[in-house]
């Protein structure tokens, strides 16, 4: 039975690649544990293929693949690999444990790419190609082929690359716009071409994966649907290398908006992709811009008086999706001080946390300390705090306590009190101004002087008692720049938890990275310099 022919020939594969092009967003970097929590909800969501990593590419990226192929169920999970057997052998090692699995093989098909990146003649590459897939295929039978850089590769050797490569094994063929280069009635007439010449083309299914350097990566991703292509490959919230990948969340929806034109469908579940989308930019530090489509904030806002005029009447007038399909709830005022753990939890089911009674605990235990500073207390203040207390990594350094002194006219002085290995440590330093000043403390307690990248503040919500979210980036080893997220009505206390979650990502990833599997250790064995209680 051809590929084509196991699945529904109106359905579209959601192939979703935030885990590994994702990550080579700069600042993207995320932990095994975070991997695993975003993998966790790609299976929620129902992705039919999550590509975990490049196990090659390092030990870390390894050590996520593996553990994502072991712990998470549902989705098939794929791992990149280059043409070289080292790289398919490294990419099976860490996919052979999960229930579905796919190895993902890829070289360059352009002649630029085939001439001065890889040295190589057209002849040499068709030889790599068909020979990785046959390595491939002694380890599964699920094998993808990428032609990278396709749409600027000479279409005569991107159809024979692709026939030799489906009569060597592989199941998906995938054409990628590597550099965002491609237009829709371009791209259109190409992957039907390519169906059209390639004899065997029913015996795979054609994948697209456009980048987004012109703007066009999801028109191109739908150009091609109609063409034939069953797969394409996407990322949550659009983030990849450049410009990025054409967003898993655009794609799904236009499937499902434009079911009358386009006739296909996805298994989807899209009312989690609001919750997906957050996570991801929490992990990733990655903001998503106020007006992306579909999971920007104002994706569903309505400013002109003729437009909320028109939507109150019926929201059909100006909304072509229900905010509910993605999983966003429209009301947002909602529990306060005497509002117990209950209601509290039936909200947060209601937002789509189901917590453990530990997580549970601390969060509401949040709530409380935010009723007390606040009366009303908002869906967006909940995902806020939820998001920073609960969907944290594993703590090395905790902070229990921030305290500042500072005004005009005087220097600013901060003293800070965290838990380092069960022990309380107090640090106090004086700064050019209060996060400065406590900046200082966090660096004299956990012994890193880690270089601040990137600092930025912005309100959860409206009004003057709004929690403030403060996402830093740091500099990482290897040139890699983390970053960290907090949340608090006090911005220099959002400010210190950001910073803090900045540097137990960093040590947690360094120690990943080293191979001891990402266990809590820090830079000085010491865990910290600062006093302790
Ligand atoms: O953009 C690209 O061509 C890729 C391939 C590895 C699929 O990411
Ligand atoms: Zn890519």
Redesign the pocket.
């Known amino acids: 039975m051809s590929a084509q022919q196991k699945v529904d020939k109106n359905k579209v594969v959601i192939f979703d690649t935030t885990m590994r ?1 994702g990550e080579q967003s700069p600042g993207a970097t995320m932990t095994t544990y975070e991997k695993i929590q975003v993998a966790q909800q790609l299976a929620r969501l129902k992705a039919d293929v999550i590509e975990a990593g490049f196990p090659i590419s390092s030990p870390g990226d390894f050590e996520a693949v593996k553990l994502i192929a072991q712990q998470v169920h549902g989705p098939c999970v794929a791992g ?1 690999c280059r043409t070289d057997f080292r790289d398919i052998d490294r990419a099976w090692e860490a996919v052979k444990y999960a229930e579905r699995n796919r190895l993902h093989t ?1 070289i360059a098909t352009s002649e630029i790419h085939m001439k001065k990146k890889l040295g190589k003649t057209p002849k040499e590459v068709l030889k790599m190609a068909v020979e990785a897939v046959k390595h491939c295929r002694e380890y599964t039978e699920d094998i993808e082929f ?1 032609a ?2 396709a749409t600027r590769s000479n279409p005569d050797f991107l159809c024979e690359i692709v026939e030799k490569t489906i009569a060597a094994g592989a199941t998906t063929v ?1 054409i ?1 716009d ?1 550099v965002g280069y491609t237009m829709p009635h371009e791209f259109r007439p190409m992957i039907k071409n390519i169906i059209k010449k390639v004899p065997n083309s029913g015996k795979a299914i054609f994948s697209v ?1 456009c ?1 987004n350097d012109l703007g066009l990566a999801t028109a191109n991703s739908a150009a091609a649907l109609l063409a034939g292509a069953r797969q394409v490959e996407c990322t949550i919230n659009g983030i990849g ?1 450049r410009a990025g990948n054409a967003s898993l969340e655009e794609i799904v929806m236009a499937i499902r908006t434009r079911h009358d034109l386009l006739n296909l469908y996805t298994d989807v579940v899209t009312n989690e992709i609001y919750r997906t989308s957050r996570l991801v930019s929490r992990v990733t530090g990655i903001d998503v811009q106020p007006n992306k489509a579909i999971v920007g904030k104002n994706a569903f806002a309505h400013e002109a008086g003729i437009h909320q005029d028109g939507v109150l009447k019926d929201k059909r007038t100006y909304e072509i999706m229900d905010a509910e399909s993605i999983g966003l709830h429209a009301n947002s005022l909602v529990l306060g001080k005497h509002s117990g753990r209950h209601a509290f939890n039936d909200k947060l089911l209601d937002l789509g946390y189901e917590l453990a009674h530990e997580d549970l605990n601390k969060a509401f235990y949040r709530f409380k300390e935010l009723c007390d500073k606040k009366k009303e207390v908002s869906d967006w203040d909940i995902r806020s705090i939820i998001e920073d207390e609960i969907i944290a990594i594993p703590e090395i350094f905790h902070l229990e306590s921030v305290n500042v002194m500072c005004g005009s006219r005087s220097k600013s002085t901060a003293m800070i009190e965290m838990v380092v290995e069960g022990k309380l440590v107090q640090e106090a330093a004086i700064g050019v101004g209060p996060v400065d000043a406590v900046y200082q403390c966090i660096r004299k307690i956990t012994g890193e002087d880690v270089k601040l990248i990137d600092f930025s503040v912005k309100s959860v919500t409206g009004g003057i008692d709004a929690i403030g979210e403060v996402t830093v980036q740091i500099a990482g080893p290897k040139g890699h720049i983390i970053s960290g997220r907090g949340a608090s009505l006090d911005i220099v206390d959002s400010s210190a938890r950001a910073y803090t979650t900045a540097i137990n990502k960093m040590i947690y990833w360094r120690n990943a990275q080293n191979n001891n599997g990402g266990r809590a250790s820090s830079k000085n064995d010491e865990a910290g310099r600062g006093k302790r209680k």
């Open positions: 092009d990149l890829f990428s990278e850089d995938n990628p590597t994966h980048h290398e």
